[in-house]
Nanobody
Framework: QVQLVESGGGLVQAGDSLRLSCTTSRRTYAMAWFRQAPGKEREFVAAVTWTDRSTAYADSVKGQFTISTDNAKNTVYLQMNSLKPEDTAVYYC???????????WGQGTQVTVSS
């Protein structure tokens, strides 16, 4: 079993930055962030592998969000810059055996961007 603990969400204004953190109790092959906006399905945001730090991003966040890891702390980060109201969502951390796959999920952290 893998336990994921997220932090870093909050209420910010458009144009601000936030950094989400997720600490895992055990490493799997990859980690990912997903988000779910009100009334919408959960969508993939970004993923990274522990070994070579390969990354993948949704087109909607390329150049705006950066995913990274601190292997010593078993922690993955999502740096979110130039936030927009449409980035408002609950952000979920996921651990999985493949890039972008969520075998284990965090509890979610709310990000709200006001205009």
């Amino acid at each position: 079993q893998v336990q994921l603990v997220e932090s870093g969400g909050g209420l910010v204004q458009a144009g601000d930055s936030l950094r989400l953190s997720c600490t895992t109790s055990r490493r799997t092959y990859a980690m990912a962030w997903f988000r779910q906006a009100p009334g919408k399905e959960r969508e993939f945001v970004a993923a990274v592998t522990w070994t070579d730090r390969s990354t993948a991003y949704a087109d909607s966040v390329k150049g705006q969000f950066t995913i990274s890891t601190d292997n010593a702390k078993n922690t993955v980060y999502l740096q979110m810059n130039s936030l927009k109201p449409e980035d408002t969502a609950v952000y979920y951390c996921a651990a999985g055996g493949a890039m972008g796959r969520g075998d284990y999920w965090g509890q979610g952290t709310q990000v709200t961007v006001s205009s």
